[in-house]
């Protein structure tokens, strides 16, 4: 990027060369307030002119996307309200499950339920309503005339989301261990692991789910299906210990299911190399293919 | 020097759509450093089509686009900091205020002018904090050529920039793009309003189904076409009675009952023949309207001659 400074500066020769009044680009005309041209007003030429970096573009961004976020209110509750009361309700229901059987306690089913709650509603579905919106009101083919690359529009609209969604879960894993007397973790590592990868692999989701949503309010309903299935599937209500093994090696594959074994393994301690390895394939397989779904199939405008 | 002379160059491009529609079929042109370039037609003549392969939103189907030298798709990073684009509709969080929406792109310009004074540059810097979908169209239309004019691009690109805009919002909004031009700007745009493409271009050319129909300078647009006069004879005077037309420069004549409606391409002569005879025939020519050839004409004209292509073009097959 640092070669466009230059390469700016460099067109100013027609402007006149050896001409010594020339001091800015283009013959040092400018157009002010007034509508009138002003020669000769300084214009930023070359080293003076400040270039944009990819993390500048995506701070401008996510600084936009988070006034958004606190104007939407129905994104507000979905987002943030849910995730952190969801998990309360459940509470007495893992009571009753058995899962000391298994080698669990309720807290430590309680909390990467939880923490898989504000993946689901605080990120990923979140984030394809934001993504599906900005598309619709063409937001997304705006930025995408300026020097922002795709990449960094869909992460930078991303980034607000995504700190909440991490807020939510230091929140939570502070809670549950003064409320429901969670034992520090074994492995912290492997929890910091999980909800990292948890957080691309939602963000990447959103955007395929987007690329399938035709409206803000549909995004409701196409969702569904990943929510659904996670919340049954992938241990975040029901543990896979409690299913039947043929089911349970089956739900291991599904993408949010590797993101819980790591969060729960990080306070267990118990997981093998081998299963940690296994997860954290699964994890990076599901981004990875989320990932090149949206660079093959995501729509920056909409239906015509 | 290629991409000093010509900062926009086109050959032979072409957009077809997933759907198997040519937008764009083949159009070749150019844009010089500090030109004013419109591209005129009527809705779905291919403008917007063309625009956006030019800004670089996507890859041509066939041909070739070099902005400032370089492919601005293929080398956008090399493009995007230095062109500025107004796209047709807005394109703004809703939610939004003017100035959170201008911050944030003056956040993704390089080099950008300070928002407050790219806002008082198109009348908007009353309105900084009011949010976007309380903005009126015409408003938005501004909004949108403030962000495109943050960065101070050298190209300029501007899709329809005055639709929706009154007729002083659209004076102002020519002023400024004639200012624009006079300090070095490069200005490509769209419109479909003849005056507006007549008032502000340097040089056009008229799109029509994908194709240019005409380029050149508005003038050499216009000079194809001819100029018209037309008057209501009085009662028992015949066209016959007239001197002949020929001699006149006349090349096309119409009657409608006592209406004369005649095209040349030599006004002056044809005019002054026609009142010479009127003066020593003390005749008066009711309804007399001398007329050169507009944008307008040449447009309709043609859009005109295009379409009979087309249905003879369907005869035959």
């Known amino acids: ?304 | 020097m290629d991409t000093n002379e010509h900062v926009i160059e086109v050959t032979d491009l072409r957009r077809v759509y997933g759907g198997g529609f040519e937008a764009v079929r083949g159009i070749s042109f150019h844009v010089d450093r500090g030109e004013i370039f419109a591209l005129l037609g009527t809705n779905g003549a291919g403008k917007t089509s063309t625009v956006e392969l030019l800004e670089g939103l996507a890859r041509p189907d066939g041909g070739r686009i070099r902005v400032l030298g370089h492919d601005p798709h293929a080398d956008r990073a090399a493009v995007r900091p230095r062109t500025g684009v107004m796209l047709q509709e807005g394109g703004f969080p809703s939610e939004l205020t003017v100035a959170e929406t201008a911050r944030m792109w003056a956040g993704c310009v390089s080099g950008a002018r300070p928002v407050g004074e790219v806002l008082s540059l198109v009348g908007l810097a009353a309105r900084a904090g009011v949010r976007v979908k309380q903005l009126s169209g015409g408003e938005r239309r501004r909004l949108d050529l403030a962000l495109a004019l943050l960065g101070d691009p050298e190209v300029l690109f501007l899709d329809e920039p005055t639709t929706g805009l009154d007729a002083e919002g659209r004076r102002d909004t020519w002023d400024l793009v004639r200012a624009l031009r006079d300090s070095g700007t490069t200005v490509l745009l769209t419109t479909h309003y003849l005056e507006e493409a007549e008032n502000l271009a340097d040089r056009l050319a008229i799109l029509h189904e994908g194709r240019i129909a005409s380029a050149g300078t508005p003038a050499e647009v216009t000079a194809a076409q001819p100029s018209r006069i037309t008057f209501r004879l009085p009662e028992g005077y015949f066209v016959g009675d007239l001197p002949p037309l020929a001699e006149l420069g006349v090349s096309e004549h119409e009657v409608d009952g006592p209406l004369v409606r005649l095209r040349t391409h030599e006004l002056q002569r044809a005019a002054t023949g026609l009142l010479v005879w009127a003066e020593r025939a003390g005749v008066d020519l009711h309804g007399l309207d001398v007329r050169s050839a507009s944008l307008e004409e040449a447009f309709l004209g043609i859009a005109r001659e295009a379409s009979r292509r087309t249905a003879d073009a369907e005869v035959e097959a």
């Not at chain 1, 507000?76 to 080698?103: K, N, R, T, W």
């Not at chain 1, 993408?255 to 819980?260: A, R, T």
């Open chain 1, 1 to 304: 990027m640092s070669g466009l400074t230059n390469e700016g500066g460099g067109m100013n020769g027609d402007g006149g060369m050896g001409d010594g009044a020339s001091g800015s680009a283009r013959g040092g005309a400018r157009v002010e307030a007034s509508g009138a041209v002003v020669k000769g007003a300084a214009r930023p030429v070359g080293s003076a002119r400040p270039v944009t970096t990819p993390a500048s573009r995506m701070a401008a961004l996510a600084r936009a996307e988070l006034t958004l976020l606190g104007r939407s209110k129905s994104t507000l509750l979905a987002a943030v309200l849910v995730p952190l009361v969801l998990p309360l309700s459940l509470a007495s229901v893992v009571e009753d499950m058995e899962v000391q059987d298994v080698g669990l306690t309720t807290g430590l089913v309680l909390l990467p339920a939880a923490i898989g709650f504000s993946l689901l509603f605080g990120v990923y579905s979140a984030l394809a309503a934001i993504y599906t919106a900005r598309r619709e009101e063409l937001v997304l083919k705006r930025l995408r005339t300026g020097e922002l690359r795709d990449a960094e529009i869909l992460t930078g609209a991303a980034l607000p989301v995504l700190a909440t969604g991490l807020a939510q879960s230091l929140v939570l894993v502070t809670g549950s261990t003064i409320l429901l007397d969670i034992p520090a973790p074994e492995a912290p590592h492997l929890a910091v692991l999980g909800l990292l990868t948890g957080l691309a692999m939602c963000a990447a989701l959103a955007a395929v789910t987007a690329a399938v949503t035709r409206t803000v309010e549909s995004a409701q309903v196409t969702t569904m299906p990943m929510v659904l299935v996670s919340m049954i599937g992938s241990g975040v209500t029901v543990p896979l210990e409690l299913l039947p093994d043929r089911l349970a090696s089956f739900c291991e594959l599904l993408p949010l299911s590797p993101v819980i074994v790591l969060i729960r393994g990080g306070w267990t301690g118990d997981l093998s190399a081998y299963e940690c390895l296994r997860a954290i394939a699964i994890a990076l397989a599901w981004t990875v293919l989320a990932v090149f779904a949206v660079r093959r199939w995501f729509r920056w405008e909409p239906r015509r």
